[in-house]
């Protein structure tokens, strides 16, 4: 069992930059291969970026890639999502979630695959 909370997202201009960070408590995230998604009103939940349990592997969707960058630093129990060059499109609501398959080895694009979420923290990007 882990519990994950979100910092705030915020408003920012189009061009500019946001960082978001997921803490958890209970489970160590140590164990858990981790994502972010997003939501935007009327779409499903997309995936945006995937980290392994040691934080040596990464993937993103390819509409951030380059643009976005998922970490984590295990010793303070925290994964992050920096978003550097922001576009309208990236308006959504984000969400960090840890991967239930604790036998895997990769981390998943699935939303299926992921049974802890954050509360979502909503990103508007104006332009």
């Known amino acids: 069992q882990v519990q994950l909370v979100e910092s705030e997202g915020g408003l920012v201009q189009a061009g500019g930059s946001l960082r978001l960070s997921c803490t958890g408590s209970g489970d160590s995230l140590s164990m858990f291969l981790m994502g972010w998604f997003r939501q935007a009103p009327g779409n499903e939940r997309e995936f945006v970026a995937g980290?392994?349990?040691?934080?040596?592997?990464?993937g993103y969707e390819d509409s951030v890639k380059g643009r976005f960058t998922i970490s984590r630093d295990n010793a303070e129990n925290m994964v992050f999502l920096e978003m550097d060059s922001l576009k309208p499109e990236d308006t959504a609501v984000y969400y960090c979630?840890?991967?239930?398959?604790?036998?895997?080895?990769?981390?998943?694009?699935?939303?299926?695959?992921?049974?802890?979420w954050g509360q979502g923290t909503q990103v508007t990007v104006s332009s």
């Open positions: 980290i392994n349990r040691n934080g040596d592997a990464t």
């Open positions: 979630a840890a991967d239930s398959r604790l036998h895997s080895e990769t981390y998943s694009s699935n939303p299926m695959a992921y049974d802890f």
